[in-house]
């Protein structure tokens, strides 16, 4: 199967490491022109080596600065056909009791996890119906449809929320040619976050979440990449409002 995205335009938000940053590679391997985002500027330094990548820094949890960044990729490339939200994560936060979080915790992990989707999903999908085509992929996690393994309350909030944001979005977009789909990944070793998570599991709990999982091994970004890749082709046009679990089968 050939996904051709040859020309094609599509911000990818999360980009500078793990997730984001194979999903980047994935696209332009397929021959799109993509705009990386991240807060982490010197982070998309390695991306810049990559033929087609253009990057881009800021705050995605602020309207003004989302949109203002969303303007930048758009007047930059002339127009955007497609959204990857990859930024989130745990913001460097562990799983505490409930009676120990603060709002400031709390409203980290929506900003990043959320809100980003949200602005730049708005800032993005008034270019995309002008063309009558687009894509959006938002990355969630298992943690969006049953309680996360890493404990932390708002994370798994945050991506409930962005799972019923995906499908509320699917509706409200279809009709002008714009498909909003999510991966739910598994867990995946990709950056220094979830090297630690997984390091503070210890030997025993890290043996039973192996065993959990059907393939009997932990993702990679690059499994995730590649469900990406797909949703964001003409291949994937029929199919919206859809989270798909790449997770490698699990119990």
């Given at each position: ?10 911000a ?63 007047d ?65 996690s ?35 040619g ?14 220094p ?21 059907h ?37």
């Amino acid at each position: 199967m050939q996904l051709n995205l040859d020309q094609r335009v599509f911000a990818v938000t999360g980009a500078a490491q793990g997730i984001g940053a194979a999903i980047v590679e994935s696209l332009v391997a397929e021959g799109a022109i993509v705009a990386a985002i991240d807060i982490d500027a010197d982070g998309l330094s390695r991306l810049e080596m990559l033929q087609g990548v253009t990057c881009h820094s800021g705050d995605l949890g602020s309207p003004d600065s989302a949109h203002a960044i969303c303007k930048e990729i758009i007047d930059q490339h002339g127009h955007v056909d497609g959204l990857v939200t990859a930024a989130g994560g745990v913001r460097g936060q562990i799983g505490r009791p409930l009676e120990e979080i603060t709002p400031a915790d709390w409203q980290a992990i929506f900003a990043a996890n959320v809100d980003a989707a949200m602005w730049c999903a708005q800032g993005f999908a008034p270019a995309m119906k002008q063309r009558g085509w687009g894509r959006i992929v938002t990355i969630s996690s298992g943690a969006g449809l049953k309680p996360s393994l890493t404990g932390i309350q708002a994370y798994a909030s945050a991506k409930h929320a962005l799972v019923g944001l995906t499908r509320q979005l699917a509706l409200e977009l279809g009709p002008a040619g714009i498909t909003v789909n999510s991966v739910a990944p598994g867990f995946v070793l990709s950056n220094p976050s979830t090297e630690r998570q997984w390091q503070a599991f210890g030997a025993e709990r890290q043996a039973q979440i192996v065993n959990s999982i059907h393939t009997r091994r932990l993702g990679r970004a690059e499994d995730i990449a590649d469900a990406v890749t797909f949703l964001c082709s003409d291949k994937a046009g029929w199919i919206t409002g859809q989270i798909l679990q790449v997770d490698g089968g699990h119990a």
